[in-house]
Nanobody, 124 residues
Framework: QLQYAESGGGLVQPGGSLRLSCTAS????????IGWFRQAPGKEREAISC????????YYADSVKGRFTISRNNAKNTVYLQMNSLKPEDTAVYYC?????????????????WGQGTQVTVSL
């Protein structure tokens, strides 16, 4: 059964860093573009980054551009999200998912096989 799993979340102070990982079982990640998303309490899920199959193209939401970096290691079947200069407004559950269609990278409905998410809390 294909399943994605996120890890690496936690509690960090403002200005700190975390690295999230997205791994897959049942199917190699390297056949698909992979996106990272987040959902804060009471808010809709938003796309924050996406990386192409080869890793040669990346996309970022304006809210994280310059602070977050997406990368992938297809040999390790893993996609990463390096998060620096974290802010309290980055607090959310973070998810990864596979892009299933050719719709825009930031279209949430264009992704499937969502993981369970990993909590990121930025607070003093």
């Amino acid at each position: 059964q294909l399943q994605y799993a996120e890890s690496g979340g936690g509690l960090v102070q403002p200005g700190g860093s975390l690295r999230l990982s997205c791994t897959a079982s049942g199917l190699a990640l390297n056949y698909y573009a992979i996106g990272w998303f987040r959902q804060a309490p009471g808010k809709e899920r938003e796309a924050i980054s996406c990386i192409s199959r080869s890793g040669g193209t990346t996309y970022y939401a304006d809210s994280v551009k310059g602070r977050f970096t997406i990368s992938r290691n297809n040999a390790k079947n893993t996609v990463y999200l390096q998060m620096n200069s974290l802010k309290p407004e980055d607090t959310a559950v973070y998810y990864c998912a596979r892009q299933k269609s050719g719709r825009g990278w930031d279209v949430v409905d264009g992704y499937d096989y969502w993981g369970q998410g990993t909590q990121v809390t930025v607070s003093l």
